[in-house]
T-cell receptor, first 114, second 115 residues
Framework: DGGITQSPKYLFRKEGQNVTLSCEQN?????MYWYRQDPGQGLRLIYY???????QKGDIAEGYSVSREKKESFPLTVTSAQKNPTAFYLC?????????????FGDGTRLSIL | AQTVTQSQPEMSVQEAETVTLSCTYD???????LFWYKQPPSRQMILVIR??????QNATENRFSVNFQKAAKSFSLKISDSQLGDAAMYFC????????????FGQGTRLTINP
């Protein structure tokens, strides 16, 4: 079955450390997105990519970086510059140019500070 | 800013009764799409229902229906015959064509079902 796989499910970061969250999709979707969710809050957009080798900052990109070298993969790196990284991270994907089609979401990664 | 607002942080309803969750949004576009997503304790994001702004008819999916008021920029979700499995966070979202094609989410409403 097609879907989005996020790994790991839980991740712990030491201070000063960079960590990378994986997002892989086999839906042949063009666009991919990373969201951050804090307790009791909605989803805020970190980065998105509509085609391979291209990505744009979302609303809260500071302290994060991404790459889009393959259509299937959109990893997110939480850098040491992100001072409050503890949150739930969701990856999503969708087909471009079909606005009626909804975004598909992965199951998320919970990142905590050690 | 193009925002989506859910004014009810929490709602509760008795099992088998009906509940309505509110959502308003801001946009300068004439054509857009609106969605309701459900996030149960498992944290999965599940699409509940969607509405195309150019359609006057309100969308319906089994026990879930919307009241779409385009002029008022309002998009409420009605859940009929509430079930225990409906307990979740519910997010309203609008798909925007401006700049990037992306969803803008509201802050969410936590729905509790009382047995």
């Amino acid at each position: 079955d097609g879907g989005i796989t996020q790994s790991p499910k839980y991740l712990f970061r030491k201070e000063g450390q960079n960590v990378t969250l994986s997002c892989e999709q086999n839906l042949n979707h063009d666009a991919m997105y990373w969201y951050r969710q804090d307790p009791g809050q909605g989803l805020r957009l970190i980065y998105y990519s509509q085609i391979v080798n291209d990505f744009q900052k979302g609303d809260i990109a500071e302290g994060y970086s991404v790459s889009r070298e393959k259509k299937e993969s959109f990893p997110l790196t939480v850098t040491s510059a992100q001072k409050n990284p503890t949150a739930f991270y969701l990856c999503a994907s969708r087909i471009n140019r079909t606005p009626a089609k909804p975004q598909h979401f992965g199951d998320g990664t919970r990142l905590s500070i050690l | 800013a193009q925002t989506v607002t859910q004014s009810q942080p929490e709602m509760s309803v008795q099992e088998a009764e009906t509940v309505t969750l509110s959502c308003t949004y801001d946009t300068s576009e004439s054509d857009y799409y609106l969605f309701w997503y459900k996030q149960p304790p498992s944290r999965q994001m599940i699409l509940v229902i969607r509405q195309e702004a150019y359609k006057q008819q309100n969308a319906t999916e089994n026990r879930f229906s919307v009241n779409f008021q385009k002029a008022a920029k309002s998009f409420s979700l009605k859940i009929s015959d509430s079930q225990l499995g409906d307990a979740a966070m519910y997010f309203c979202a609008r798909f925007t064509y401006q700049g990037a094609q992306k969803l803008v989410f509201g802050q969410g409403t936590r729905l509790t079902i009382n047995p």
